[in-house]
């Protein structure tokens, strides 16, 4: 990772210590909605209390919504209960401009606000835009930045860095137009597209299992391993964006971004070093090796299906279409199972399996990687009755660890083989809570990390893959199926995966 900013803080301890933020001023956009004050506030709260952030540090929100310096100032002071004496401090610095995107006047103002910050606090014209807007005015706002050039550094040594937020893009091609709209304000150098699920610890894992160990590797191929299984399962279920989720569906909500991220770092070789750009070579060639479907075969590896009524924890939960800000004849898919095929030397043959929900039984994410069967079984049959092939199973939430499961024999005078599990759980072998992921990602974009963000290659290769399957969903090839909330989703997944004589893992 880059130490472009690497202080010296007694205070912090391990790693933490080289990667402090510079002095700047953090630009949120969106600042009066549910994410700044849900994720940024808190993360960045988190890491005010652990020093990562300089004196020199401030926040200027602006939105559409009409509010004073001091009510943005009451915002950021709720939005923390029980925050650490930094805070305050930082709210003192902070202040709000109320406006419209597309009013020029909007971003006058902001350059001048930044001038006066510079100036009283010493930021030294380093800003971090935050994109935490609707997707439908990215592009906007970072044309009007550039308009008033506040999208290159004003002074030598000062950075200029914006964050956005997903969806990137509709399908492959308004990403790429919104990508062309970025790129004619800001250098891809400057763009740091988030994608929540690597800034969770138990993603970055997959890295530190697979490169930090000489066991595993060997291993993390098509001779040992049979197929593998990545599950994203969610108990709940649209809540209150019934309206946003009607235009996005599953597909595009958590396969093209979360799936595709976890996957690369399943698939990926080896980067030569941890840098960022070695990191995300890897990942983008791992997507590329990735089968694009072809349309006419997708009713053939795809699955969709919506959530009915049903029971989720103990609680009797609506229908997909009886949510707000739903239609009552929604055709939009609250799950997907997908199988897709590896194209090159380390995966060919060998099937990923890949399925997420709303409303299943219970909130979990994990990669199974599933060995092949040992090639003799020396032992009757009825010895191994209780033994299924080996798995490792990394487990990324909620309960963050790893799984191997291999088979033991049962005491007693009779040889009998069942599988035990041997485990790794983060809660119990480390005592310190990891950072939530938004608090490691707000960090890395002010650093100048840009290892856990999409590089633009990546999010169109993403596309690529799950586009064939959208376009044939929305030619009607593919009728939605069905699935009671509170199950492990519709019949037809299971019919999906055994007609290769497989099985979905049961959590
Ligand atoms: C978001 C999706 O990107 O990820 C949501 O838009 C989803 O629909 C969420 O609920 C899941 O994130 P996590 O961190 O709870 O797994």
Redesign the pocket.
Same mark, same amino acid.
């Given at each position: 990772m880059t130490t472009e900013a690497a202080f010296d803080n007694p205070l912090a301890e391990g790693l933490d210590t080289v990667r402090r933020a510079p002095p700047g001023v953090l630009v949120v956009f969106g600042a009066s909605g549910d994410l700044t004050h849900r994720k940024l506030l808190p993360a960045l709260e988190r890491l005010s209390r652990r020093r990562l952030l300089p004196a020199a540090f401030a926040v200027i929100g602006i939105a559409r919504t009409e509010m004073s310096d001091d009510a943005f100032r009451d915002v950021m002071v709720e939005a923390v209960p029980g925050a650490g004496p930094g805070w305050a401090e930082i709210v003192k610095n902070s202040s709000y401009i109320t406006g419209d995107y597309a009013h020029p006047g909007t971003f006058s103002a902001l350059a001048q606000r930044l001038g006066q910050v510079d100036e009283a606090l010493g930021t030294g014209g380093t800003r971090t835009y935050y994109l935490a807007t609707v997707p439908d005015v990215f592009a906007e706002v970072a044309r009007m930045l550039g308009q008033v050039k506040l999208n290159r550094p004003a002074h030598p040594g000062a950075t200029v860095r914006l964050v956005i937020e997903?969806p990137f893009g509709h399908d492959r091609a308004t990403a790429r137009q919104l990508d062309a709209a970025l790129h004619e304000v800001f250098d891809e150098e400057q763009i740091y597209r988030i994608d #929540?699920?690597l800034g $969770?610890e138990t993603v970055q894992n997959v890295l530190a299992l697979r490169f930090a160990n000489a066991i595993f590797e060997p291993l993390w191929t098509r001779n040992y391993i049979d197929h593998v299984q990545v599950t +994203?399962a969610?108990s709940?279920g +649209?809540e209150k =964006?019934g309206s946003f989720?009607e235009k @996005?569906g599953a597909l595009r909500?958590?396969v093209q971004? #979360?799936v595709m991220q976890v996957l690369s770092l399943t698939l990926m070789e080896p980067a030569s070093s941890i840098d960022s750009e070695r990191i995300r070579d890897e990942k983008v060639k791992a997507l590329r090796s990735v089968v694009v479907p072809q349309v006419p075969e997708v009713a053939n590896i795809a699955v969709r299906a919506q959530y009915d009524s049903g029971w989720v924890e103990g609680v009797s939960v609506p229908g997909y279409r009886q949510e707000d800000g739903v239609d009552p004849h929604s055709q939009t898919e609250t799950y997907v199972a997908l199988k897709l095929a590896v194209d090159n030397w380390r995966w060919a043959g060998v099937p990923i399996y890949v399925r997420t929900g $709303?409303r299943l039984q219970k =909130?979990l994410?994990e990669v199974a990687l599933q060995f092949k069967e040992v090639p003799h079984l020396a032992f009757p049959k009825a010895a191994a009755e209780g033994l299924h092939p080996n798995a490792l199973v990394l487990r990324i939430?909620p309960d963050e660890g790893v799984t191997l499961r291999f088979g033991a024999k049962v005491p007693g005078q009779a040889f009998r083989v069942r599988d035990v599990l041997m485990d790794f759980s983060y809660g119990t072998a480390f005592l310190e809570d990891p950072p939530d @992921?938004y608090e490691r990602l707000l960090l890395d974009a002010m650093v100048g990390d840009p290892t856990l963000f999409i590089r633009t290659d990546e999010v169109d290769t993403a596309w690529q893959i799950v586009e064939p399957v959208i376009e044939a969903w929305s030619a009607g090839a593919a009728p939605l199926a069905g699935y009671a909330a509170g199950s492990w989703g519709p019949r037809q997944a299971d019919t999906l995966i055994q007609r290769d004589g497989r099985q979905w893992r049961t959590p």
């Open positions: 997903k #929540h699920y $969770k +994203v969610e709940l +649209v =964006r989720y @996005a909500d958590i971004n #979360h $709303k =909130r994410t939430q @992921a």
